[in-house]
């Protein structure tokens, strides 16, 4: 199991979640009572860990030695057994509201000292037991037994006074603070958050994250009115700075930019790094919160979790349905991702994207620079990523539920691309810290938005069917003379009009898909999309919106192709 520091305890750990429930409860308070035990400085043989812990001892060789007769320090044992009381509380029913004995939450505990929560994560680390209880929302979040927080802190009293003195502020002193961070800002706007807290820091001798926090603070209280949130009201841009960044989007020079617009060159570069800017701060970034994100060493966990690389194993070729289309049989290839490693990809996804938009919202379109912007960017393609590969390990899950949903008249390729669209959304939208698998919410998902659009469908195509499919097909369809009447060239005449009040591109698509464009026969949504460089989805939105403005034009029509 990732995060332990002993291979040893991490398989004890991993025993101990597969044994019964009932016995969780003693086996936490177990794992607070060595704490009591264990001095940093000392090393402790797992045996003695084992059966302090379980009561058993680990088996034995015929000689007499343990199996794993490993030392661990006493360090190392302290931060194992942290985590592994988490893990064991994390599937114990422990519920935040209902719980016999008070549980504080991590927000209610720095209250309670007056530190931040970093600290609190700190003491975490050092010893301060905490368990993963349910809360009314259903989400598991990181409580500490009242229990467990009187123990710590009768041990570890200097600390904890250390911590509260460090970070207390008398009300003088925040507003003494406040006041010379407003002066700083009036007397040089473009300062940043970290420049004030370490000026402040530096002449009143308070360390630069109590000063940070505090500024922070105000911020949050004050919307739109603090010391480093003002910014909706600069926000505005005139013309011509947004045709030079549509131009610069389009793959125009800076160079040729400032030639056209008649610019100095770094003005135009000043211009597409604001726009960049705001086009960031406008962008919408929604993530799944967790307290993970909180922790110091939260990178170090989260990002670099070997859980989330882990491969599972290659589907058998020999299991995979000969008669499936090469893009079904592909799919079958793909590796599942077990438990773990889903977990772990969508703590990392939405981790991404909680960086990203903590990021973005400090930035100063006027003061941001072109690396701020790019790290930026850099977290959310890498949350696209994570992203992708959640995607791409389910995609076989939307051809199991849409073949369930065919019909004689359905195109099971759009229904695919229909759940497809639903399979990515509900990747945005999952809560993985609830502990359900993501299988589970992507089929409700998926069934859902089929039971709403294909029963639509249905009743759109029988109520205003107008022929105008039924018409193309059967232009597309005829052979050089076939029809040899008079109508012929009237229903050629009217469709080449008909495709004329569209713009060309919508008429272009419509040619290739009914076959209208010259010898080939129709075309798929796949194979238009590639000589259109989008995707079939795009493809397939822009022959709906053509056939609706054909709706109308054909009513105009239809009398004089049926010789009214």
């Not at 999309?529 to 053509?546: H, I």
Request: hydrophobic share 40%; proline share 4%; aromatic share 8%.
């Amino acid at each position: 199991m990732h995060g332990y520091h002993s291979s040893a305890l991490a398989g004890l750990a991993a025993q101990l979640r597969r044994g019964p429930n009932r016995l969780r409860l003693r086996q936490l308070h177990n794992i607070e009572f060595l704490l009591t035990l264990v001095e940093p400085q000392r090393r402790y043989p797992f045996d003695f860990i084992c059966h302090t812990l379980t009561g058993y001892r680990p088996r034995r060789s015929e000689n007499g030695d343990a199996l794993d007769a490993q030392l661990v320090s006493g360090e190392a044992l302290c931060s194992d057994l942290v985590l592994m009381a988490e893990d064991l509380s994390a599937d114990s029913g422990i519920r935040y509201g209902s719980w016999p004995e008070r549980l504080h939450t991590v927000s209610e505990l720095a209250q309670r000292f007056d530190v931040s929560t970093k600290t609190i994560f700190r003491w975490h680390r050092r010893g301060l037991v905490g368990w993963r209880a349910r809360f009314p929302d259903r989400r598991l979040r990181l409580v500490f037994p009242d229990r467990c927080v009187r123990r710590f802190v009768a041990v570890n009293s200097e600390l904890v006074q250390r911590g509260s003195t460090f970070s207390q502020l008398s009300a003088e002193e925040r507003e003494a603070i406040l006041v010379q961070a407003r002066a700083m800002v009036e007397t040089e706007p473009r300062i940043t958050v970290n420049g004030v807290a370490k000026a402040i820091s530096a002449s009143t001798g308070r360390a630069v994250e109590t000063i940070r926090l505090l500024l922070k603070q105000h911020d949050l209280a004050h919307p739109k009115s603090g010391l480093f949130n003002r910014a909706p009201a600069t926000l505005a841009c005139d013309e011509q700075s947004t045709s030079i960044w549509e131009a610069y989007r389009d793959g125009v020079a800076l160079d040729a930019l400032a030639r056209r617009f008649e610019r100095p060159i770094a003005d135009v570069y000043r211009v597409v790094r604001e726009m960049r800017a705001r086009e960031l701060i406008a962008r919408t970034i929604e993530f799944v919160s967790c307290d993970d994100f909180l922790a110091d060493d939260a990178d170090e966990r989260i990002l670099k979790d070997p859980a989330a690389d882990v491969v599972g194993p290659a589907t058998d070729e020999r299991r995979i349905p000969r008669d499936l289309p090469p893009y079904i049989r592909q799919l079958f290839r793909t590796p599942l991702l077990s438990r773990e490693t889903e977990f772990a990809l969508f703590r990392r996804f939405n981790y991404l994207k909680y960086k990203a938009d903590a990021a973005r919202k400090v930035i100063d379109p006027q003061t941001v620079t072109a690396a701020e912007l790019d790290r930026i960017e850099a977290l959310l393609d890498a949350a696209a990523r994570e992203k992708q590969r959640i995607v791409q390990a389910n995609l076989r899950l939307v051809v199991s539920i849409a073949k369930r949903h065919l019909r004689p008249t359905s195109d099971f390729y759009e229904l695919v691309s229909d759940g497809n669209v639903s399979l990515m959304r509900a990747v945005d939208k999952f809560d993985f810290t609830r502990g359900f698998k993501f299988s589970t919410y992507a089929s409700w998902a998926i069934i859902k938005n089929f039971a709403r659009t294909i029963p639509e469908h249905n009743h759109h195509r029988d109520r205003y069917q107008t022929g105008h499919d039924e018409l193309l097909q059967s232009y597309a369809a005829a052979e050089p003379g076939a029809f040899d009447n008079e109508y012929l060239p009237a229903v050629r005449g009217v469709i080449d009009r008909m495709l004329g009040s569209l713009d060309e591109r919508e008429s272009e698509i419509l040619r290739q898909r009914y076959g209208l464009a010259g010898a080939g026969g129709p075309q798929t949504l796949e194979q238009v999309g590639r000589n259109f460089g989008v995707s079939k989805e795009r493809v397939r939105q822009l022959e709906t919106r053509a056939m609706a403005k054909l709706r109308s034009e054909f009513q105009t029509h239809a009398a004089t192709i049926l010789g009214g």
